[in-house]
């Protein structure tokens, strides 16, 4: 058997009874957070299959908890993110959800700020690695594991040939992209995984490049 990672052999370290459980749903808070940007004021948690039925027990709760509000999968105040989130104003609630034909390890966060809100559906595989669904509606695939660009724009001609040539004069490699948009000529996203780490400064550069884009969020490797 061929194996990407150790994670897939030792799992991830971490704070937690479960690899899947425990430490992919801190990493699928951490992703929500990162592309919200911003400091979360609510959040809504809609669970399915194995995840709702052993959340409690498992710390599911806790750990997607503590991600949202920024810890890592080894933070040890993964146990207290309850606490943390009530003392930082951060209001929270769980909810059951059928989201479809998903791993049964899946969640849906709606994620606000002060000045915007996401909803991304997420699963986690095993071991601590998980992967987005969907975002905003739209189906997309990203996994943190790399750094990522999150594209909103307007769905025009070209615009995935100026995103790739802006990239290569930059020497960054595309590792997966993929553009989903809500109409035809309306608005869309497009996320890109690369091989090279990126730096937020990059996004003033990408903005006067492509006008119609509305806005950019780069995520780290998690």
């Known amino acids: 058997m061929k194996y990407n990672s150790a994670f897939e052999i030792i799992g991830p370290v971490m704070v937690g009874p479960s690899s899947s459980h425990t430490a992919g749903a801190v990493r699928i808070g951490r992703l929500a957070r990162a592309v919200l940007a911003e400091q979360p004021t609510h959040v809504r948690f809609e669970l399915m299959g194995s995840f709702l039925a052993t ?39 769980f909810a059951a959800a059928n989201l479809g034909h998903y791993h049964p390890n899946t969640v849906r966060i709606t994620l606000s700020g002060k ?26 695939k990203f996994t943190g594991e790399r750094s990522t660009f999150i594209l909103y724009h307007v769905d025009e001609q070209g615009f995935l040939a100026r995103m790739s040539r802006w990239l290569d004069e930059r020497g ?51």
């Not at 080894?74 to 009530?86: F, G, M, R, T």
Request: proline share 3%; glycine share 10%.
């Open 115 to 140: 000045s915007k809100t996401i909803c991304m559906v997420a699963s986690s595989l095993g071991g601590g690695k998980v992967e987005v669904q969907e975002l905003d509606g739209l189906p997309v």
């Open 55 to 93: 959340y409690r027990g498992h710390g599911t709760d806790v750990a997607l908890l503590a991600g949202v509000l920024g810890m890592s999968t080894d933070d040890a105040q993964v146990p207290n993110a309850l606490e943390v989130a009530k003392e930082s104003g951060l209001v929270y609630e």
């Open 172 to 222: 960054i490699n595309i590792a997966r992209l993929s553009l989903e948009r809500w109409q035809k000529g309306g608005d869309a996203i497009t996320v890109c995984e690369v091989d090279t780490p990126v730096c937020a400064r990059l996004t003033r550069d990408l903005f006067a490049a492509i006008p119609t884009l509305r806005d950019i969020c780069i995520i780290d490797e998690l």
